[in-house]
C-alpha cells in the first residue's frame, strides 16, 4: 500500500481509536466517524444518579509489558491495579474460574465419581478410536468427559449462545478454554505453570474514576490533541468505489448527509454491515457470506441496591439454564468510586437478539426478571432494590462461532482485500471474539504496518489457540 497522509477511521471502538491516535501521532489528517454519542464500543462508560457502569465487566490485562504500559500513558495517571475475582455460581455453590481440581470434589459423591469415571471412559474410547475436535460439545468431552462438560461448559454456552454446542466450532473451545484436560487441571492446581496464561491472571489495571470508557476518552483526547477530527452520532450509509479504490464514505449526522475522501480508510464495522455499503459491485458469494454470519446481542439490565456490595467478585457465571440471566458484574468491586457510598450496582446480562423475548421486552419487566432470578439463586432479596434500576441494549456483542463461520469469514475478508486502500479490522471487522487489548494491538498493528513497514499481520492477532478470561 502506498504511503498516505489522511486516512478516515469507520467506528470509534478501541480498535479504530488505537488506530487512528497512531496515525494522528505520526502527523496523517486523521477522521475518526462514530455512530454512538461517545467513543468507546462496547468499552464505553455512563454515569446515572451517582453510579458509574460499563457495559457488561472489562479488565485491562495484555501479556505484552508494552501495551500494559501504553495503556497507563492513555489513562493519564487514571489507573490502578485490581486483584481479579470471578467465579461460576451453581447449584447453590461457588466454583472458581478457572476450574480447579478442587471444584470436583466440592460435588457429590456420586458426581465426583461420575465426573472421573467419565474422564476414564472418554480417554480410552479416544485412544481407541480417535474423537474429532469438528464441534465445540466434542472438543470439551474428548478433554474433560462428559459429566463436566454438562456441569461446567455445555450449560453455559447453550445458554449464553441459544444453539447447541454441536453447532459451535471448537474454535471457540480453542480460544476460550485454557484447561486442556481434566489432568491438566490438577497439574495446574498441584504446580503453577511456568508461562501463565492469560485465564489465570488476577492482576489488571482498571481506571480509579470514570469506568472502562477512560480509556476510549483518552484515546479520544489523545487524538484531537494532535489535530485529529472525532465525530460522534454519524452513521456511515454507503462507500463509493472505483476499481480498487475507495473514493468516497458517505455519512449522515444531524439529518443531514455528508461525504468524505482519505487515502485510506480503516473500517471496524461489522463485516455484515461494511459490505452492503458497498453497493451493487459486492458479488453473490460475499452477499451470501453476509447472511451466514450471526451475532449475538446482549441485554444489560442494571440494578441500584441499597448496600455495599453484593459478592467480592468482578464477574459471577450463571449456568442454570431456568434462570434468565447468564453473567453478573459489580462495578464498585473494580473501583469503589463507581457507586455512592454503602450502594452498589449489579450488572445482569442476559444475552439476546434483536427482535426476541428479551430483546423487546418491557424495561420495568426485564428488570424484575434479573431482581427475580438473583433472589432464586439467593444472591438478593427484592427489598434491596430501593433505587430500581434501568437497561441497555447493545447489538453486535458477539460474533457467534457456528461451523460455518469461518468459510463466511474467509470470503468477506478476500473480498475486502481487493480494495487496496482500505482495512477492516478490530473485533467487528474481523468477526474475532477477543479482548480489549487485542482490539488495541489490531489497530497498533494496522497503523504501524503502513507507517513503519512493519510485518506485524492484524489479521493473525487472537486469531490461534489463545486462552482468554
Known sequence: ??????????????????????????????TVIEERSEVGGL????????????????????????????????LDGNWDYRDRLSRIFMKGAFFDYPLKASNVLQLSPWLIFRSFFDYIVVRIRNAITPIPDDNFENW??????????????????????????????ADWANQRISLLSLWDTVKKTLFKPKNVPRTYVTRFLYPKTGGIGALSLGYQRLIE??????ICGASVRSLDSEGSQITAVH?????????????????????????PMLGERVPVEATEAV?????????????????????????VYIPEEHIAVHRISEFTNFSRDCAPPGKTMVCAEITSTNGDKYWTMEDDDLIKLAAENLAELKLLDPSELKDGGFV????????????TYRGHVRTLIEYLRTFSNMVSTGRQGLFRYGNMDHSVAMGHAVARRILEDSAIDHEQIAAGDEYFG
Not at 454438562?150 to 453455559?156: I, K, N, S, W
Not at 490533541?225 to 472525532?230: A, I, L, P, S, Y
Not at 448496600?307 to 464477574?315: A, I, M, S, Y
Open 251 to 275: 455519512y449522515e449526522k444531524d439529518g443531514a448527509q455528508h461525504s468524505a475522501s482519505a487515502d485510506l480508510v480503516v473500517s471496524t464495522l461489522p463485516l455484515t454491515m461494511l459490505v
Open 225 to 230: 490533541q494532535e489535530g485529529g477530527t472525532v
Open 43 to 74: 468499552a464505553s462508560s455512563y454515569e446515572s444518579d451517582g453510579y458509574t457502569y460499563d457495559l457488561g465487566p472489562h479488565r485491562l490485562y495484555s501479556n505484552l509489558d508494552s501495551l500494559n504500559e501504553h495503556f497507563k500513558v492513555v
Open 140 to 169: 470439551v468431552i474428548k478433554r474433560f468427559g462428559r459429566t463436566l462438560y454438562e456441569l461446567f461448559f455445555g450449560t453455559y454456552t447453550r445458554k449464553a449462545w441459544g444453539i447447541p454446542c454441536t453447532q459451535i466450532s
Open 1 to 30: 500500500m502506498p504511503t498516505s497522509r489522511s486516512v478516515i477511521v469507520l467506528g470509534g471502538g478501541l480498535a479504530g481509536l488505537s488506530a487512528a491516535q497512531k496515525f494522528t501521532e505520526a502527523g496523517w489528517t486523521v
Open 392 to 403: 441497555r441494549r447493545v447489538d453486535y456483542a458477539y460474533p457467534i462461532y457456528d461451523l
Open 291 to 315: 447472511q451466514g454470519l450471526i451475532h449475538k446481542g446482549i441485554v444489560f439490565v442494571y440494578l441500584m441496591l441499597d448496600r455495599e456490595t453484593l459478592t467480592p467478585d468482578h464477574w
